[in-house]
C-alpha cells in the first residue's frame, strides 16, 4: 500500500477521533472521526463512504476484472469531498476524504494498490472479511440504481415513440386528400394557375403561404412515412424497447436478491453467496454497458422537430434505443445468471 499519512488515536472531548500527519513537508494535521470503522449487527458505519464512491454518476469509473478491482484514488477522493447524507456533511474537503480512505485501509475495509482505491475483492479469496462482502453489496445496490435511472428514461422514450406511431397512424388515414387539399389552397392565394411567387402576394398573403407550405411539407413526410413502411418498423422498435424493459425488470429483482443475500452473508461473516457470483463475474462489462446507454440522449426530439424527423431521425432513433436497451438486457441477464 502506498502510505501518505501517520495515524494516531486520540480522545478529544470525550470522542476518538483519529489525527493523520502527511509525510510530506509543512503539512498540517487532519482530524478525522475513529468510529468509521465500526460496525454493529446491521451495517458499518464505512458503508454511507463507500455508497457516496460508488454512486449512479461515478460507477462508470470502476473498473472491475476477475471479480476484483474499484476505482482510482483520485476519483473516489473527489466523489468523496463535500458528500452529504440525510442533511449531514459526511466529508468536508478533499484533503480529509484522501486520509479516510487510507484509513479505511489501514484496517483492511479497502485496499490501496498504487494509485487504485481497492473496494472490490474476488469471492474466492480465503481471508474476505465482512468487509469486503459489504463494498459488493454497496456495488449491488449502485447497480441498482443505475438500472433504474436507465429504466425511468427508457420507458419515456418508449412512450414518446409510440405516441409518434398513434400519431402517424392516425394522419395517415386521410393524409392523401389533406395534401391535395393544402395544394390547391396555396394555389388559390395567386391570380392564376400553379403555386404564386410569394413575392407577388400581400403580407397577409405571404403568412399565409409560409403555415401552408410548412403544412404541405409535413403531409408529404407523412405520405414518405407510409410508402417506406416507417410506421410498422417504428412499432417493431417499441416492441423490442418493451421486451427488453421487461427482461432488465427480471435481472434488477435478481439483483435486489443477491444485495440481501450478501448484507446477510456480511452480518453473518460468511461466505459470499453462490448465487451471486456471475454478477461478480460480469460487474465490469455491466458496469460499462450501462455507462455506455446512461448518457444516451437520441430520443429527444423537440415536438416542433417532428415533421423534420419523420424520415430523417426518428426511424433510426427507435431502432437505436432498442438496440442499446437489448444489448443491456442481454448483459444484465449474463450478470443475473439466467439462461437464455
Same mark, same amino acid.
Request: hydrophobic share 35%.
Given at each position: 500500500?502506498?502510505?501518505?499519512?501517520?495515524?494516531?488515536?486520540?480522545?478529544?472531548?470525550?470522542?476518538?477521533?483519529?489525527?493523520?500527519?502527511?509525510?510530506?513537508?509543512?503539512?498540517?494535521?487532519?482530524r478525522v472521526r475513529a468510529d468509521?470503522?465500526?460496525?454493529?449487527?446491521?451495517?458499518?458505519?464505512?458503508?454511507?463512504?463507500?455508497?457516496?464512491?460508488?454512486?449512479?454518476?461515478?460507477?462508470?469509473?470502476?473498473?472491475?476484472?476477475?471479480?476484483?478491482?474499484?476505482?482510482?484514488?483520485?476519483?473516489?477522493?473527489?466523489?468523496?469531498?463535500?458528500?452529504?447524507?440525510?442533511?449531514?456533511?459526511?466529508?468536508?474537503?478533499?484533503?480529509?476524504?484522501?486520509?479516510?480512505?487510507?484509513?479505511?485501509?489501514?484496517?483492511?475495509?479497502?485496499?490501496?494498490?498504487?494509485?487504485?482505491?481497492?473496494?472490490?475483492?474476488?469471492?474466492?479469496?480465503?481471508?474476505?472479511?465482512?468487509?469486503?462482502?459489504? $463494498?459488493?453489496?454497496?456495488?449491488? =445496490? @449502485?447497480?441498482? &440504481?443505475? !438500472?433504474?435511472?436507465?429504466? *425511468? +428514461?427508457? /420507458?419515456? %422514450?418508449?412512450?414518446?415513440?409510440?405516441?409518434?406511431?398513434?400519431?402517424?397512424?392516425?394522419?395517415?388515414?386521410?393524409?392523401?386528400?389533406?395534401?391535395?387539399?393544402?395544394?390547391?389552397?396555396?394555389?388559390?392565394?395567386?391570380?392564376?394557375?400553379?403555386?404564386?411567387?410569394?413575392?407577388?402576394?400581400?403580407?397577409?398573403?405571404?403568412?399565409?403561404?409560409?403555415?401552408?407550405?410548412?403544412?404541405?411539407?409535413?403531409?408529404?413526410?407523412?405520405?414518405?412515412?407510409?410508402?417506406? $413502411?416507417?410506421?410498422?418498423?417504428? =412499432? @417493431?422498435?417499441? &416492441?423490442? !424497447?418493451?421486451?427488453?424493459? *421487461? +427482461?432488465? /425488470?427480471? %435481472?434488477?429483482?435478481?439483483?435486489?436478491?443477491?444485495?440481501?443475500?450478501?448484507?446477510?452473508?456480511?452480518?453473518?461473516?460468511?461466505?459470499?453467496?453462490?448465487?451471486?457470483?456471475?454478477?461478480?463475474?460480469?460487474?465490469?462489462?455491466?458496469?460499462?454497458?450501462?455507462?455506455?446507454?446512461?448518457?444516451?440522449?437520441?430520443?429527444?426530439?423537440?415536438?416542433?422537430?417532428?415533421?423534420?424527423?419523420?424520415?430523417?431521425?426518428?426511424g433510426e432513433t427507435v431502432q437505436?434505443?432498442?438496440?442499446?436497451?437489448?444489448?443491456?438486457?442481454?448483459?444484465?441477464?449474463?450478470?443475473?445468471?439466467?439462461?437464455?
Amino acid at each position: 500500500m502506498t502510505r501518505k499519512y501517520s495515524f494516531e488515536t486520540k480522545s478529544i472531548n470525550g470522542k476518538q477521533y483519529v489525527v493523520a500527519q502527511s509525510h510530506g513537508p509543512k503539512s498540517e494535521p487532519v482530524r478525522v472521526r475513529a468510529d468509521w470503522v465500526e460496525s454493529d449487527d446491521l451495517e458499518g458505519e464505512w458503508e454511507e463512504l463507500i455508497k457516496q464512491v460508488v454512486q449512479p454518476e461515478t460507477i462508470d469509473e470502476i473498473d472491475i476484472a476477475d471479480g476484483h478491482g474499484g476505482i482510482a484514488r483520485r476519483e473516489a477522493v473527489e466523489a468523496l469531498a463535500g458528500a452529504t447524507a440525510d442533511g449531514e456533511t459526511l466529508v468536508s474537503s478533499e484533503q480529509q476524504a484522501d486520509v479516510l480512505l487510507e484509513y479505511l485501509a489501514e484496517e483492511d475495509i479497502v485496499g490501496i494498490d498504487g494509485d487504485e482505491l481497492v473496494l472490490f475483492r474476488d469471492p474466492d479469496e480465503e481471508d474476505l472479511n465482512s468487509a469486503a462482502l459489504m $463494498n459488493w453489496a454497496a456495488l449491488m =445496490s @449502485a447497480v441498482i &440504481d443505475s !438500472i433504474d435511472d436507465h429504466l *425511468e +428514461r427508457v /420507458e419515456d %422514450a418508449k412512450e414518446r415513440f409510440q405516441e409518434t406511431v398513434d400519431t402517424l397512424e392516425a394522419e395517415q388515414q386521410d393524409s392523401e386528400e389533406r395534401l391535395s387539399k393544402t395544394a390547391q389552397r396555396i394555389q388559390n392565394l395567386g391570380p392564376g394557375q400553379g403555386v404564386p411567387d410569394p413575392d407577388t402576394l400581400s403580407d397577409e398573403e405571404r403568412q399565409q403561404y409560409t403555415q401552408l407550405k410548412e403544412h404541405y411539407l409535413y403531409l408529404q413526410d407523412i405520405e414518405k412515412a407510409k410508402s417506406s $413502411n416507417f410506421v410498422e418498423n417504428v =412499432s @417493431a422498435g417499441v &416492441d423490442q !424497447i418493451g421486451m427488453a424493459i *421487461e +427482461r432488465l /425488470e427480471a %435481472a434488477r429483482e435478481a439483483y435486489d436478491m443477491f444485495y440481501n443475500d450478501t448484507r446477510k452473508a456480511a452480518l453473518k461473516s460468511s461466505v459470499f453467496p453462490e448465487e451471486a457470483l456471475e454478477f461478480v463475474d460480469n460487474a465490469g462489462s455491466l458496469i460499462n454497458e450501462l455507462a455506455g446507454v446512461e448518457g444516451s440522449q437520441t430520443d429527444d426530439v423537440a415536438d416542433e422537430e417532428f415533421a423534420k424527423m419523420i424520415e430523417e431521425n426518428h426511424g433510426e432513433t427507435v431502432q437505436e434505443r432498442a438496440a442499446e436497451t437489448t444489448s443491456l438486457a442481454d448483459t444484465a441477464e449474463e450478470a443475473a445468471g439466467f439462461q437464455r
